[in-house]
């Protein structure tokens, strides 16, 4: 399907439609508005103020909405009040995104609004975002993914809009910095202010600060990390250091999803963990393997996952991910439902990760 049958789908979706969009500032939220704003009846723009979400982007989103003419509403989001989202476990993402579900049904209700559309990508759906299922459930349109439109299509578009950020590396809230432990408020503050300094003073563009407690380990882009001299960490540790931290490391293997979720990655190095054999893999392959491999087969299995599916499945996900040297088999001997039954997760795999 070329571009033009792609934003028909997108036009017909809107058109004649009242339409909320779920605007967070990012490149995709961005464009998704632009579209709105075009072919829909009428369009209002939703921004959720909290502060697990960049400052500077939801001033972007201000901004940007005013320039479209856009009415704008701006609400609190009190997600850190929610006990069940702050323990941090896996299902935080889909907690979090059934939330902003619950407050968007609320506003569209209020402005007699025919459609929620929020700013998800074909890109997307080969990614572990358990919110995704949420979207489902509230029945909030993801335009993008109905169209199939991927993400490099969409910063396409919006170099073609003229929006500045089209280029924007990706983002996501300050809570996925927080690696174990609960979430808090003051943690997400610390973690916000270490990766704002590190943007600002060193011209960086994708910036990562991991919370382990006491050790702030800094994840950047590959070009980033370039960017960098051993004159300069001197000033970097002094100031993470002020902000609550004991320790402060930089990753050298650069920002992680660059390397878990990159489609080459998979297409190129799957064949090193092969069915029925023992062969050596590196833990980054492993992990990207088992992660869309298991995820692709337990929605595949469920369909429409309960909450308490979704919980059991990622917790498969999680075990998995920490073995060393084991099959498939002997991890699923907890897992007492029908997947066991039909063979889901399991499918013969023999893995021995590289220490």
């Known amino acids: 399907m070329n571009m033009s049958k792609k934003l028909k789908v997108?036009?017909?979706?809107?058109?004649?439609?009242?339409?909320?969009?779920?605007?967070?500032?990012?490149?995709?939220?961005?464009?998704?508005?632009?579209?709105?704003?075009k072919y829909a009846k009428e369009v209002i723009a939703l921004t959720l103020v909290s502060d697990i979400f960049r400052g500077d982007l939801?001033?972007?989103?201000?901004?940007?909405?005013?320039?479209?003419?856009?009415?704008?509403?701006?609400?609190?989001?009190?997600?850190?009040?929610?006990?069940?989202?702050?323990?941090?476990?896996?299902?935080?993402?889909?907690?979090?995104?059934?939330?902003?579900?619950?407050?968007?049904?609320?506003i569209a209700e209020e402005n007699g609004i025919d459609i929620i559309a929020d700013g998800t990508n074909y890109s997307d759906l080969s990614d572990n975002r358990p919110g995704l299922i949420a979207l489902k459930e509230y029945n909030i349109v993801s335009p993008f993914v109905d169209a199939k439109i991927k993400k490099e299509e969409i910063r396409k578009l919006a170099k073609e809009l003229?929006?500045?950020?089209?280029?924007?590396?990706?983002?996501?809230?300050?809570?996925?910095?927080?690696?174990?432990?609960?979430?808090?408020?003051?943690?997400?503050?610390?973690?916000?202010?270490?990766?704002?300094?590190?943007?600002?003073?060193?011209?960086?563009?994708?910036?990562?600060?991991?919370?382990?407690?006491?050790?702030a380990r800094i994840e950047l882009s590959l070009d980033d990390i370039h960017k960098l001299s051993?004159?300069?960490?001197?000033?970097?540790?002094?100031?993470?250091?002020?902000?609550?931290?004991?320790?402060?490391?930089?990753?050298?293997?650069?920002?992680?999803?660059?390397?878990?979720?990159?489609?080459?990655?998979?297409?190129?190095k799957i064949p090193c963990i092969a069915k029925k054999k023992a062969r050596i893999?590196?833990?980054?392959?492993?992990?990207?393997?088992?992660?869309?491999?298991?995820?692709?087969?337990?929605?595949?299995?469920?369909?429409?996952?309960?909450?308490?599916?979704?919980?059991?499945?990622?917790?498969?996900?999680e075990e998995i991910l920490r073995m060393k040297g084991q099959t498939f088999e002997s991890l699923i001997e907890f897992k007492k439902k029908k997947a066991v039954e039909r063979g889901a997760f399991s499918k013969g795999y023999v893995i021995k990760i590289e220490n």
Not at 12 to 17: E, R, S
Request: proline share 3%.
């Open 230 to 268: 051993p004159t300069d960490f001197p000033k970097i540790v002094k100031k993470i250091k002020s902000l609550g931290f004991k320790y402060v490391t930089l990753d050298l293997a650069g920002y992680h999803s660059e390397i878990l979720n990159s489609e080459k990655l998979v297409r190129d």
């Open 162 to 215: 003229n929006i500045e950020w089209y280029n924007d590396p990706p983002e996501s809230c300050y809570a996925t910095r927080i690696i174990y432990g609960k979430i808090t408020r003051e943690r997400i503050r610390r973690i916000a202010k270490a990766e704002d300094f590190l943007r600002k003073e060193f011209k960086l563009k994708l910036v990562r600060v991991r919370d382990h407690e006491e050790i």
């Open 58 to 106: 939801i001033e972007r989103a201000k901004k940007f909405a005013k320039e479209l003419g856009v009415k704008h509403i701006l609400v609190d989001f009190p997600i850190l009040s929610y006990e069940e989202y702050i323990a941090n476990t896996s299902m935080r993402c889909y907690i979090c995104k059934r939330k902003v579900c619950e407050l968007a049904r609320k």
């Open 10 to 37: 997108i036009r017909d979706t809107f058109h004649g439609k009242k339409v909320l969009v779920l605007l967070s500032g990012g490149v995709d939220s961005s464009v998704l508005l632009y579209l709105a704003k």
């Open 281 to 317: 893999a590196s833990k980054d392959e492993v992990f990207v393997f088992l992660k869309r491999k298991l995820i692709e087969e337990a929605h595949e299995f469920y369909r429409n996952p309960t909450l308490e599916e979704l919980a059991d499945m990622y917790q498969v996900i």
